[in-house]
């Protein structure tokens, strides 16, 4: 039986590959062949890392530190909808770790993952900058704001 993806995922590592080619030899390469590759593939697995690393002549340790320290990468595939639920000072003080806690509940996943079924993935950020709001989540590109746990669940809904 023929693989379904396989195309689609050659014609992904051949792009990957291109745009290795076309920043190899810059300093400033590395930040985005990273943007790149996770816009093609939604996250940067091991394979792509190693082949990052391997194109751009670099360690894989210097790919996988830069990907570990900039909260705009992830290791993980990311669900159809991405939670970001601010925890910095204004919105923590307001009631953010509940808002945080009634989604854990209420999807059943902890922060950091994704719901088995790949449509939520739950993120805990440090601001999400709109502190007159707080406590403040971002679902995709949407802002929700003055949130309390008892929304959480008609908000789920919508998605």
Do not use: W
Request: charged fraction near 20%; aromatic fraction near 6%; charge should be neutral.
């Amino acid at each position: 039986m023929a693989c379904k993806n396989c195309d689609s995922k050659a014609k992904l590592y051949k792009e990957l590959d291109a745009l290795i080619q076309e920043h190899k030899g810059s300093r400033e390469a590395l930040m985005p062949v990273m943007q790149g590759a996770q816009g093609l593939f939604g996250y940067l697995p091991k394979d792509v890392q190693i082949l990052i690393a391997e194109g751009l002549d670099l360690k894989l340790s210097d790919v996988y530190g830069v990907a570990t320290f900039y909260s705009q990468f992830t290791l993980e595939p990311q669900g159809e909808n991405v939670i970001s639920v601010c925890m910095g000072t204004a919105c923590y003080v307001k009631g953010a770790q509940l808002v945080l806690d009634e989604l854990k509940k209420e999807l059943k996943v902890s922060e950091g993952k994704t719901t088995p079924d790949g449509k939520f993935t739950l993120n805990a950020t440090r601001c999400l900058g709109a502190c007159g709001l707080a406590p403040v989540m971002m679902i995709n590109d949407e802002v929700y704001g003055r949130l309390s746990a008892n929304m959480i669940p008609g908000i789920i809904a919508k998605y």
